[in-house]
């Protein structure tokens, strides 16, 4: 196989672009996918400080260091969620990244700080282990993004992982969700804008990135989502790209071209009434968020020990924050007492 | 060779192509990649019958 770009040895073949690439032009592709998603979906402007969520696998880092690589100002948020080993050595890789590059890397530990790990939490508030988990993470990333001051929270979906989401969704047919399966999110009724600058590469891709930049990630897939399905989307995705490459890209890209307007009012509706949760001050349509509605049943669950990731506190909530509204950006963050690894 | 998510271990007579290997192995390349000595083999790499190989899923994420 011969690289497309200098007809030099190639490393990877992409068939939905029907192409091969050498490691240059192949790392020089990542970043061109990567920059026209973000100038394409206005997601990330100049001067801008970004949070990435980090999970220590292939997609948040590689997310993390193609936006080092294009030029932003991207400092890195990971959570400590208490699931055994893989938890541990997740974080080990997030700090190992940020550390060997001189990066920011935040961290919060939920056991610590919430009083229950993802396996005995979901157990005790009876819910399913990636639902509590899901539910954790976003609460997490949302509050510490609009506490820190950054104008845009990052995360490492790609494109494997929005077609997934669209296939469950337009399987079950749950419209409410498809109105806002968008690249970006913007910032309203108290969440901080969004943004998915991976949505134009493939996992096969963003893997192989880590790969040829040396990156070392958790390679394990979670013991808690083993079987679920979302994986199973996507491989029965990947059994269709297999006899009709492009297809993912086909499917999701048409989606957003052609019918996610469609699906928007009902987005809408679905966000009407949103409120101030009376507990933690996030938006919600309940009388109290979901997050502190799981933190109120799980956190009796507490397990014995905790993970051993760095123990912090987070700050004021939102509610007391919008209070002290008067205070700047740059102090409220550092009121957070959010611990840095670095 | 190396396969992950489960961790096991196979013999597989060289030498062999990429695409022939993973069609062996019924492995659809779209969730795989081949990785021998931390680099990354392209699909029409001839494995000889010394080469050790990781075949490693791309494949992760838990819901949304």
């Known amino acids: 196989m011969k690289c497309v770009t200098c007809k030099g040895p190639a490393i990877i073949d992409i068939r939905r672009h029907n192409a091969n690439f050498c490691t240059e032009h192949f790392l020089e592709q990542c970043r061109r996918q990567v920059g026209k998603a973000i100038d394409e979906f206005d997601m990330i402007r100049p001067g801008e400080r970004a949070l990435v969520a980090v999970s220590g696998g292939k997609d948040s880092l590689a997310v993390w260091d193609l936006l080092v690589e294009l030029g932003h100002d991207v400092d890195g948020f990971t959570i400590g969620l208490g699931i055994g080993d893989y938890s541990s050595t997740s974080s080990t890789y997030a700090r190992a990244f940020a550390e060997e590059r001189g990066l920011r890397l935040l961290e919060v530990d939920l056991p610590a700080t919430h009083g229950y790990d993802i396996p005995t939490g979901a157990r005790a508030a009876r819910r399913a282990p990636c639902s509590a988990c899901g539910l954790s993470k976003r609460h997490l990333f949302d509050a510490v993004a609009l506490e820190g001051g950054y104008d845009v929270l990052v995360t490492g979906h790609n494109l494997d992982d929005e077609a997934a989401v669209l296939f469950g969704n337009t399987l079950h047919w749950h419209t409410e969700y498809l109105g806002r399966q968008l690249p970006v999110l913007p910032a309203r009724d108290g969440f901080p804008r969004k943004v998915k600058p991976l949505v134009r590469l493939t996992e096969r891709e963003t893997a192989a990135y880590c790969v040829v930049r040396g990156i070392d990630y958790q390679v394990e897939e979670c013991p808690m989502a083993s079987g679920n399905r979302h994986l199973g989307y996507k491989h029965a995705l990947n059994e269709i790209e297999r006899s009709s490459p492009g297809a993912k890209h086909s499917f999701y890209f048409g989606f957003l071209a052609k019918a996610a307007e469609r699906f928007a009012a009902e987005a809408d509706e679905d966000r009407a009434g949103l409120h101030p949760c009376p507990s933690c001050g996030a938006p919600t349509t309940s009388e109290v968020c979901a997050f502190c509605r799981l933190v109120e049943r799980a956190g009796g669950a507490r397990p014995d020990e905790g993970t051993g990731a760095v123990e912090v506190v987070l700050g004021p909530t939102r509610a007391a924050a919008t209070a002290a509204a008067a205070v700047p950006p740059a102090t409220a963050s550092a009121a957070t007492a959010i611990g840095a690894a670095s | ?64």
């Open chain 2, 1 to 64: 060779m190396l396969l992950r998510n489960p961790r096991r271990e196979l013999e597989v007579d060289g030498p062999i192509t990429i695409v022939n290997l993973l069609a062996r192995l019924d492995v659809n390349r779209e969730s795989v990649l081949v990785i021998r000595g931390g680099e990354l083999v392209a699909g029409d790499a001839t494995l000889a019958d010394d080469d050790e190989v990781e075949i490693r899923p791309v494949i992760s994420g838990g819901a949304q």
